[in-house]
Nanobody, 124 residues
Framework: QVQLVESGGGSVQAGGSLRLSCAASGRTFSNYAVAWFRQAPGKEREFAAAVSRSGGSTFYAQSAKGRFIISSDNAKNTVDLQMNSLKPEDTAVYYC?????????????????WGQGTQVTVAS
């Protein structure tokens, strides 16, 4: 079983950047496909980005393409999400999730392990 802890959230002006980090304990991330989801108030949790177990493949929601970069560091056992050119509509709680498989999915129900979330607020 793996435990996930997110960090790096905060408040930023529109156009700014934040880097979120998801740290794993209990097991190594090399056994898992990992994704970032986000949930704004009153909305469903939605997919943002994901990386395959090998780290060789990345996937992005259309809203994240060209602005977000997901990366994995097996030596540090972390998966980071670099978010650039942030917009007020990116405001949400961001969650790290993991599934014990090689390929990530874009739906939350496919993931067995979740972090507690980290708040990202983008002011206009």
């Amino acid at each position: 079983q793996v435990q996930l802890v997110e960090s790096g959230g905060g408040s930023v002006q529109a156009g700014g950047s934040l880097r979120l980090s998801c740290a794993a304990s209990g097991r190594t991330f090399s056994n898992y496909a990992v994704a970032w989801f986000r949930q704004a108030p009153g909305k469903e949790r939605e997919f943002a980005a994901a990386v395959s177990r090998s780290g060789g493949s990345t996937f992005y929601a259309q809203s994240a393409k060209g602005r977000f970069i997901i990366s994995s560091d097996n030596a540090k056992n972390t998966v980071d999400l670099q978010m650039n050119s942030l917009k007020p509509e990116d405001t949400a709680v961001y969650y790290c999730a993991a599934r014990e498989a090689s390929t990530p999915y874009t739906t939350p129900r496919e993931y067995n392990y979740w972090g507690q979330g980290t708040q990202v607020t983008v002011a206009s």
